[in-house]
């Protein structure tokens, strides 16, 4: 069973940091690419930045240079960290992590970036 825990997230003036983690609670085994995207209001889900199991990494436009994305050698877990936040990233932010041919999805932690 996956169930994959986000924690990190919180409300942070804009040109803070956040730190995000996705650690997987429901089992061992490791994951294939795991990633985040987020959601503001009134806009599509979007990927914010992926690393794939050989360690390569995307990331979207709007955060290149800002955001690093990492996991642990195990690849149960990842991480987000949110370096010169603008009030443009607040959003739910969701985890992703791929097995196969299964999508998982955390349940969502709020950034918020005050201006």
């Known amino acids: 069973q996956v169930r994959l825990v986000e924690s990190g997230g919180g409300l942070v003036q804009a040109g803070g940091s956040l730190r995000l983690s996705c650690a997987n609670s429901?089992?061992?085994?490791?994951?294939?690419?795991m990633g985040w995207y987020r959601q503001a209001p009134g806009k599509h889900r979007e990927l914010v930045a992926r690393?794939?199991?050989?360690?390569?990494?995307n990331y979207g436009d709007s955060v290149v240079g800002r955001f690093t994305i990492s996991r642990d050698n195990a690849k149960t877990r990842v991480d987000l960290q949110m370096n010169s936040l603008k009030a443009e990233d607040t959003a739910v932010y969701y985890c992703?992590?791929?097995?196969?041919?299964?999508?998982?999805w955390g349940q969502g932690t709020q950034v918020t970036v005050s201006s």
């Open positions: 429901g089992s061992t085994f490791s994951f294939n690419d």
């Open positions: 690393i794939s199991s050989g360690g390569g990494t």
């Open positions: 992703q992590a791929l097995y196969g041919a299964f999508t998982y």
